[in-house]
């Protein structure tokens, strides 16, 4: 991969795009007229070859990377698995993958979890399925990564910076940011960050996840599955999550906000070569609007 400067990305927000955001006129708290963007969602239904899989709820953008992701992530499509098609219908909104073999899973869509993911996800099968015997590579996070991870990350234009109630995730190497997604679901978000791996055949080994969201369960074995061996968030834990994190060798950071963070997994694999005392600190109320959902 190409040396990145400081600002590049691979993929990043474009909170400009058409149809991701509508203007709703309201009325503010000293009683004014006013107008906000909020952001539009749309269902998009998940084919595999014929059969239907799921349907979600998304913004609408790389609808081909979060449908290769969902599948992935769900153990439906296997690292040599050979795509031959991603077909999407705007106006159906309907995305077909198909592949060079016929997939049967009926036994796995009949065994399906609601999640705690925002927009209510789904995972099929056994939740663990797949984590048994997976062992991450043990990758050294340093803490000047982690800090200018979030430094950059938090100054990106991004479709929640204009209009809130949206979730980030970021594919990062080092200290730079390459993939960022953003979606309703903070589940949707790991799973475009998936397909574009996916499709690009991307290893995850010497990369980091950083997301917006809850480091629950689900996003744990997500991230384990897609071999990436560090997971970074700005929000809290989960009890299951981190029990999972810490049985498959996963470095887990949460509340990370400003020079503030903690690690509940994998802290023997920090390399702690920041001062704090020299990192600038977040106030107390942020100035950004709109919140997460």
Known sequence: MAQLTEIDYLIAPDPDRAGLTRAVTGVDHDGQITETAVVEERPLTIFLNRREIVTAMTIGDYPDLLALGFLRNQGMLQDDEQVTGVDFDEELETVVVRTATETDYEDKLNRKTRTSGCAVGTVFGDMMEGLAGLTLPE????????????????????????????????????????????????????????GWMFKTGTSGADKVLYTTGRLTSEMVIKCALMGIPALVS??????????????????????????????????????????????ADEPAKSARKGARG
């Open 234 to 279: 700005r929000s809290g834990f989960t009890a299951w999550g981190v029990e999972i994190a810490q049985q498959v060798g996963l470095t887990l950071v949460g509340r990370m906000k400003g020079r503030r963070f903690v690690c509940l997994a994998g802290a023997e694999r920090l390399i702690r070569d920041a001062n704090p005392a020299q990192v």
């Open 139 to 194: 990758l050294q996070v340093r803490t000047s990564d982690l800090y200018a991870l979030s430094a950059k990350i938090n100054r990106t234009p991004s479709l929640y910076l204009q209009a809130g109630a949206i979730h980030g995730t970021v594919l990062c190497q080092g200290d730079h940011p390459l993939v960022y997604m953003e979606d309703v679901g903070r589940h949707n978000a790991v799973d475009k960050v998936a």
